[in-house]
């Protein structure tokens, strides 16, 4: 049983537009919510994350949201730019043990420019 | 700090030989973690440390499976009679707990097994 579920493969925005990848999760024990990025042949890069006494943080462009009733959590890009053509993982730790993370599979941003 | 290495970055190998990897952290991090992550999907947790004591052991991590933290400083982690469902990229991050900046991953080795 997959906890963390980032349906959409792949997303491809135009630039200048607003990107928006979803991540669902399952289990009520995750309170801490991380987006990692990640380009070809390199590790995942901390992105942004959430706390679940939180509903919405904000860094720069992106910005990333929390609905704990339904277990959703959502990354927003605004203005996408082609340099944020990577994959996009979600993942749900509890903030005891941030470290350890349960990761949805990614999600393919593609920005055209 | 040049940030998380791993050794090597590519590792072929036979089926049923043994292989190392290796992870050097973020000196001040006192936490490590080990993941694997196969083809189109994204990491899976294998095991962590806490300094040098191995604190939790994923059920993917079988007797096949030995990791060390010898001094809470450097990594291993060495698969013995390695098969061809080994073959995957295993990474390694590392962090302080309650960080907010998240964990640090190397770029990870990938391994084949032939």
């Known amino acids: 049983d997959q906890q963390v579920k980032q349906n959409s493969p792949s997303l491809s925005v135009q630039e200048g537009r607003i990107s928006i990848l979803n991540c669902d999760y399952t289990n009520s024990m995750f309170d801490y919510f991380l987006w990692y990025k990640k380009y070809p042949a390199e590790g995942p890069t901390f992105l942004i994350s959430?706390?679940?006494?939180?509903d919405k943080n904000e860094d720069g462009r992106f910005t990333v949201f929390l609905n704990k009733s339904a277990k959703h959590l959502s990354l927003h890009i605004v203005p996408s730019q082609p340099g944020d053509s990577a994959v996009y993982f979600c993942a749900a730790s509890q903030n005891t043990n941030a470290g350890k993370s349960t990761f949805g599979d990614g999600t393919t941003l593609t920005v055209k420019p | 700090d040049t940030g998380v290495s791993q050794d090597p970055r590519h590792k072929i190998t036979k089926r049923g030989q043994n292989v190392t990897f290796r992870c050097d952290p973020i000196?001040?991090?006192?936490?490590l973690y080990w993941y694997r992550q196969t083809l189109g999907q994204g990491p899976e947790f294998l095991t962590y440390?806490?300094?040098?004591?191995?604190?939790?052991k994923s059920r993917l991590l079988s007797d096949r499976f030995s990791a060390e933290r010898p001094k809470g400083s450097f990594s291993t982690l060495e698969i013995q009679r390695t098969e061809q469902g080994d073959s995957a990229m295993y990474l390694c991050?590392?962090?302080?707990?309650?960080?907010?900046?998240?964990?640090?991953f190397g770029s990870g080795t990938r391994l084949t097994v032939v």
């Open positions: 440390f806490q300094n040098e004591a191995q604190l939790e």
């Open positions: 000196s001040e991090h006192n936490r």
């Open positions: 991050a590392s962090g302080v707990l309650r960080d907010s900046r998240g964990y640090t």
């Open positions: 959430i706390s679940s006494i939180k």
